[in-house]
């Protein structure tokens, strides 16, 4: 079992360039998270999903967007980065929702110059 | 989200117990407490989560309250690699619902040989 896996670890990207963040895990969980976390704060929710073909936002949404086509994977898209989108991105999944814990990814770290 | 208070940092010698407290004064009735950890900029590791009663697993003990404003976390024997950011989260959801998770700046906890 590999668990939550992301790719890529570290990306530079420049201002208004885009990307695809890589999100994976393989013990079949039907929710998926994303999350991001800014330099001495806590984690923030970007977007969910309770399934393949439901997502929805979370705390930070807006710059992002997601899609779930199937049970592992969920990308996450920034369309035009920004310098506020320099952060470590997590990944995370659960069996269910509430009340279940959820497996973090070991993160994937952006910086947009 | 029931909000959560922790302190900011504490230390603990190496080989005791580092007790860790969190207070959750607003709490509702079925919101569970989860405690999470993050060593180095690792993603978020599970440790624990519960309702009422107290738990126990092979990394740590929670103390629930009876009340339920407050908890704490015990590791029994801390080591070097229980030198970590902890955080405590009372999520709100509901079994139709994700778990949102909202990460506070938890705990910084400093294991001293």
């Known amino acids: 079992n590999a668990g939550v896996t992301q790719t890529p670890k570290f990306r530079i990207l420049k201002i208004g360039q885009s990307m695809t963040l890589q999100c994976a895990q393989d013990?079949?969980?039907?929710?998926m998270y994303w999350y991001r976390q800014d330099p001495g704060m806590g984690l923030k929710l970007i977007y969910y999903s309770v399934g393949a073909g439901i997502t929805d936002k979370g705390e930070v949404p807006n710059g992002y967007n997601v899609s779930r086509s199937t049970t592992e994977d969920f990308p996450l898209r920034l369309e035009l980065a920004a310098p506020s989108q320099t952060s470590v991105y997590f990944c995370a999944s659960s069996y269910q929702g509430w009340p279940y814990e959820q497996y973090f990814g070991p993160g994937t770290r952006l910086t947009v110059t | 989200d029931a909000k959560t208070t922790q302190p900011p940092s504490m230390d603990c010698a190496e080989g005791r117990a580092a007790n860790l407290p969190c207070n959750h004064s607003t709490i509702s009735g079925n919101e569970y407490v989860y405690w999470y950890r993050q060593i180095h900029s690792q993603g978020p590791q599970y440790i624990i989560h519960g309702l009422k009663n107290n738990e126990t697993n092979e990394m740590a003990s929670l103390i629930i309250t009876e009340d339920r404003k407050s908890s704490t976390l015990i590791l029994p024997h801390a080591t070097l690699r229980d030198t970590a950011v902890y955080y405590c989260i009372a999520p709100r959801g509901n079994e139709n619902t994700g778990n949102q998770f909202y990460f506070g700046t938890g705990t910084s906890l400093t294991v001293i040989p």
């Open positions: 013990m079949n969980h039907n929710y």
